[in-house]
């Protein structure tokens, strides 16, 4: 079956494996001439290089011809076409066929081989492919010039990685909807994001995830074998996720070829592409390895051939003629087709055969039966479908009933729905789309084309937004691609703090410390991070000043040392000199650097200097007075203590102090009690609280300080509180109970005042004072010094008989007789 071309011009194969520049040359080649045609094999590339076309010769030279698609301006030269669309009854100058070796696919190769053996330009034929099918066509067509072309980039296989460790920029390639979507839940949990691709994708919503990954916003792209033909992308890393798949029919491991078409997407142009497996997919045979890297490949030895030349006399002929076997060396029968097996079951059907009783109605009900089942779904709604068609066709003068057509188009019109809902709308509405383009079908076919093109790009963004919403962190990528990109990062914080960069909420700016906002995964965390980062970096200046204006009344100290601003550490305080000059550090924030740290520290250093300062006035006011000797020495006791201390560690000091100096000392607020010498105005809750803090700091920074209740003369103390704790707070602790010492003071004089002659009863003017028990004060005045003892059911105190002076009794002088007459009797008269 060899064609005679002795009468026609240039026919040459162009082959080779994928980045060989082969249909840039065919684009090349075709607008030389003056016309022509070029077939490819899927609707988004004719799309593609339709658009590429038509930016340099003009929309009015260019024509688009798909099943789903068509604009043919009145004036068109050439023409972009899927193989099915070629309009061959155009004589053109020019004609080519993309990736020829699809003669043998199973399922549509019956279509190229036609092509190859029938479709021919006035002037130049070219087919371009891959290498292995270069023996057929040089059997089958006569005269063929054959140009081989190098791959331009190295392809090199590099073994198996977990999917978690493929490098970016890579493809992972499974073969089957659930394969795809669980390995794109993973990469999304562990490396933010992949883009999705699969067969039953409509074009545009195809293309806009491959632009997800082509723009950067994701750095993997998981797809089935949809991936190997017509999807020109930046990829490095091609991972077979599988070497098997359902070819429709059955199970079957991948061919060599279909191998290499996938892992050719690796390496574009002059940049090297590597390949290799993943997931649970075994070690690539090193045969297969070498042949894959060597672009070496069996010859085809048979392509698949369906007879063309069909006879419309009756359904019974068409059938016979659709299974004529093929005469020639090479050509084989291809399994029954979709078309064919949608014959078969409207034969069956008595009301579609009462109708198909002459050639044109055969004719018709061929063409119905050759709408492609974009579903895939393997049941009888389909052809059911195009039965209905076929019967409204025939009995309404050739033309679809309108109220039919809009009734099964409007169902479809929603955007609501899951993915897989969406992914079903959209093939049903694509049924509809090309249905449309049979202008003779419809009434209005322009309306129906328009209605039907709108709903599914509404249902193709939809479902492009549903892939991205669940196997994309949009956040996430959108900020690795600014931060891959180098750009300047648009970053605001609001009033509330919250950290908005590029209009994505990442965070919050406590302080001078950046929160994150929770991310899925450590991947996205680092994202949010490093953006956050980045673009905070020139807010720190800005929050710097206003933190040196803030008053002192924006900071305050928490419990374990740290200073906060506005209820956010930015400091911590650690052992100084001495209890009332702590060391003051920063807090290590990312973003600021040393420069403005020691702004921060400045500030900081100056508010702790004056809240230390104003609670302690009194200590530091009783320096400045003007005192000597063992007063000065007890004011210096006193501020080491942090104003109180118990007066038997000064009772020296205390003795060498005169009335005159304790009035002085009075008016400065010191009292000297029977127990305690202390400031009253360091035994307020704001006092208590900073003398707890800093005796902590000092001696045990690793417990948190306890504070007592604002106001509280007494508490329980908590369990391993060492006593020096509560005595530098102004409490004294009586074997658990803590007393605060102004109260043990006004105590003390009670009992003193009670027990002077005999002993007084521990009543509520006792127990009112600490707030305690009967039982518990009378342990305080035990510990006191004082005697304890019961009277029924009432307590008594009394003092101890140390505490009762006792008084000398002296016995009276006899009167002693002088004698007159001695001579010592004269010194009674003497005065000195």
């Known amino acids: 079956m060899q064609i005679d071309t002795s009468q026609r011009a240039r026919i040459s194969a162009v082959l080779g494996p994928t980045n060989t520049g082969k249909t840039y040359l065919a684009l090349e080649r075709m607008m030389a001439h003056g ?27 260019v024509a688009l011809i798909t099943g789903e698609e068509r604009i043919v301006p009145p004036h068109a030269r050439y023409f972009l076409c899927t193989v099915e669309s070629m309009p061959l009854e155009r004589d053109v100058d020019f004609i080519a066929i993309d990736e020829i070796q699809l003669c043998s696919d199973p399922d549509r190769g019956h279509i190229f081989t036609d092509r190859l053996l029938n479709a021919r330009g006035r002037s130049e034929t070219m087919f371009m ?20 072309r190098p791959r331009f980039s190295k392809l090199t296989y590099n073994g198996s990685k977990k999917i978690t460790r493929l490098p970016n920029r890579s493809a992972i390639v499974a073969f089957s909807a659930s394969e795809v979507y669980s390995i794109a839940e993973l990469i999304r949990r562990q490396k933010g994001g992949a883009a999705v691709v699969l067969g039953a994708l409509s074009p545009r919503t195809r293309n806009a995830q491959v632009g997800l990954y082509q723009e950067g916003e994701v750095d993997y792209i998981v797809a089935t074998d949809a991936i190997g033909m017509g999807l020109n992308m930046d990829v490095d890393h091609v991972a077979f996720a599988s070497l098997s798949k359902f070819d429709g029919h059955q199970m079957r491991g991948l061919q060599a070829s279909e191998m290499a078409q996938i892992a050719g997407r690796a390496g574009r142009y002059m940049r090297d592409g590597t390949f290799g497996v993943t997931a649970d997919c075994p070690i690539m045979d090193p045969e297969i390895v070498d042949r894959l890297e060597a672009h070496e490949f069996d010859r085809l030895e048979q392509i698949y051939w369906r007879n063309s030349r069909l006879r419309f006399t009756s359904v019974e002929v068409l059938q016979m003629d659709l299974r004529k076997s093929p005469q020639t060396r090479g050509l084989i029968r291809p399994r029954i087709c979709e078309d064919e097996i949608t014959l078969e079951f409207l034969a069956k059907n008595p009301d579609v055969m009462a109708l198909a009783k002459n050639p044109q109605a055969v004719q018709l009900l061929w063409e119905v039966c050759q709408i492609p089942d974009f579903a895939k779904t393997m049941s009888d709604s389909h052809p059911r479908l195009l039965g209905q068609i076929f019967i409204h066709l025939r009995t309404n003068k050739n033309t679809l009933p309108t109220d039919w057509v809009a009734g099964h188009v409007q169902r479809l019109d929603r955007t609501d729905g899951d993915i897989d809902t969406l992914t079903q709308r959209l093939s049903n509405i694509r049924t509809w789309t090309y249905i449309s383009q049979r202008a003779k079908w419809l009434r209005d076919p322009e309306h129906w084309q328009n209605v039907t093109r709108s709903i599914e790009d509404k249902l193709s963004d939809a479902l492009h937004e549903q892939l991205t919403k669940r196997f994309v962190d949009r956040r996430t990528s959108t900020l690795m691609k600014k931060l891959k990109d180098q750009d300047d990062l648009l970053a605001a914080v609001t009033k509330s703090g919250d950290v908005l960069v590029e209009g994505h909420f990442v965070g919050r700016l406590e302080g001078f410390h950046f929160a994150a906002d929770e991310a899925d995964n450590a991947h996205a965390k680092r994202a949010v991070n490093s953006a956050a980062l980045k673009a905070l970096r020139q807010e720190m200046e800005r929050r710097v000043t206003a933190f040196e204006e803030e008053g002192d ?11 906060l601003w506005r209820d956010y550490p930015c400091a911590r305080l650690f052992k100084g000199h001495d209890m009332l000059h702590p060391r003051l550090e920063c807090l290590p924030f990312d973003l600021i650097d040393e420069p403005l740290r020691q702004r921060v520290k400045v500030r900081l250093g100056r508010w702790l200097e004056n809240h230390i300062g104003k609670i302690f006035k009194p200590l530091f006011d009783l320096e400045r007075a003007d005192l000597k000797g063992a007063a000065r020495g007890l004011v210096f006791q006193l501020r080491e203590h942090l104003g109180s201390i118990p007066r038997k560690k000064v009772s020296e000091l205390v003795g060498q102090i005169d009335q005159k100096v304790r009035k002085i000392l009075r008016q400065n607020g010191v009292i000297i009690g029977r127990h305690t010498i202390y400031c009253p105005k360091l035994l307020k809750a704001a006092a208590i609280r900073l003398r707890a803090d800093l005796w902590v700091l000092f001696y045990q920074p690793e417990i948190t300080p306890v504070y007592p209740g604002e106001g509280l003369m007494s508490f329980v103390a908590e369990k391993g509180m060492p006593d020096g704790f509560y005595r530098t707070l102004g409490y004294r602790n009586f074997n658990g109970r803590c007393v605060r010492i102004d109260m043990v003071e006004r105590i003390a004089d009670l009992a003193w005042e009670r027990t002077k002659k005999v002993a007084s009863l521990i009543d509520g003017d006792f127990t009112s004072l600490a707030g305690c028990s009967h039982e518990v004060m009378a342990d305080i005045l035990k510990r006191l010094g004082y005697h304890i003892e019961k009277s029924g059911d009432d307590l008594k105190v009394k003092r101890k008989k140390s505490h009762i002076k006792k008084k000398k009794t002296m016995k009276k002088k006899r009167p002693v007789k002088i004698n007159e007459d001695s001579p010592f009797a004269q010194l009674k008269n003497w005065k000195a």
């Not at 492919?129 to 054959?146: C, D, K, N, T, Y």
């Open 129 to 148: 492919g891959s290498q292995s099918i270069a023996p057929l066509i040089r059997h089958l067509v006569e005269g063929v010039e054959f140009e081989e």
């Open 35 to 61: 016309s022509g045609i070029i077939g490819f094999p899927l609707r988004l590339l004719a799309r593609e290089n339709y658009d590429r076309v038509v930016s340099i010769k003009g929309p009015q030279q």
């Open 553 to 563: 009344e924006a900071f305050t100290l928490r419990d374990d040392g740290r200073v």
